[in-house]
T-cell receptor, first 117, second 113 residues
């Protein structure tokens, strides 16, 4: 299996521009997570989906952030308009639920490093 | 609410020695899962070890083992025979039924030769 695939690996953009990060989860996994990692705040969960349905988006910082999962094999995280404080590494992870509904082991992508100038 | 606390921002250990990373957590649930993840400089997050709360036996994976103290809500990671490749950021994480995984702030571990 190719693992969780994220694109782009690096993105440099200017303030005000739209940014779209993409994720392909591992085939067969039914949960997908978007995390943001910064030095100041560590690893923050932005949103997660179960069976393509958003379950908890309480971590999405502002209305500028939106996430979609149109099917089981693809998800996007969009920032519009982007700001310098959005600079971070954004991770996508997928998992298969364990018995009893617990989130199983998370398999992470390599992350997308976003720099907003 | 579920929280995970890692009180050691950084640690170092000599190659071949043993090191223990601390983690405490808070949850109102009786059943849950605990994880240790490793993030090397390459940035990719990798699962190190997993513990189910209803199992009393501590999980082990080769040189990695945990000391799970449910009553104290403590979940420490012991790395034996430390290797240079163990240098990484280590995250403790907690998951409850039907809920998300919550991560601690992480501990940077440096293995010195």
């Amino acid at each position: 299996d190719a693992g969780v695939i994220q694109s782009p690996r690096h993105e440099v953009t200017e303030m005000g521009q739209e940014v779209t990060l993409r994720c392909k989860p591992i085939s067969g996994h039914n949960s997908l997570f978007w995390y943001r990692q910064t030095m100041m705040r560590g690893l923050e969960l932005l949103i997660y989906f179960n069976n393509n349905v958003p379950i908890d988006d309480s971590g999405m910082p502002e209305d500028r952030f939106s996430a979609k999962m149109p099917n089981a094999s693809f998800s996007t995280l969009k920032i519009q308009p982007s700001e310098p404080r959005d600079s971070a590494v954004y991770f996508c992870a997928s998992s298969h639920s364990l018995a009893g509904g617990f989130p199983g082991e998370l398999f992470f992508g390599e992350g997308s490093r976003l720099t907003v100038l | 609410a579920q929280t995970v606390t890692q009180s050691q921002p950084e640690m170092s250990v000599q190659e071949a020695e043993t090191v223990t990373l601390s983690c405490t957590y808070d949850t109102s649930e009786n059943n849950y899962y605990l994880f240790w993840y490793k993030q090397p400089p390459s940035r990719q997050m990798i699962l190190v070890i997993r513990q189910e709360a209803y199992k009393q036996q501590n999980a082990t994976e080769n040189r990695f083992s945990v000391n799970f103290q449910k009553a104290a809500k403590s979940f420490s990671l012991k790395i034996s025979d430390s290797q240079l490749g163990d240098t990484a950021m280590y995250f403790c994480a907690l998951s409850q039924y039907g809920n998300k995984l919550v991560f601690g702030a992480g501990t940077i571990l440096r293995v010195k030769s």
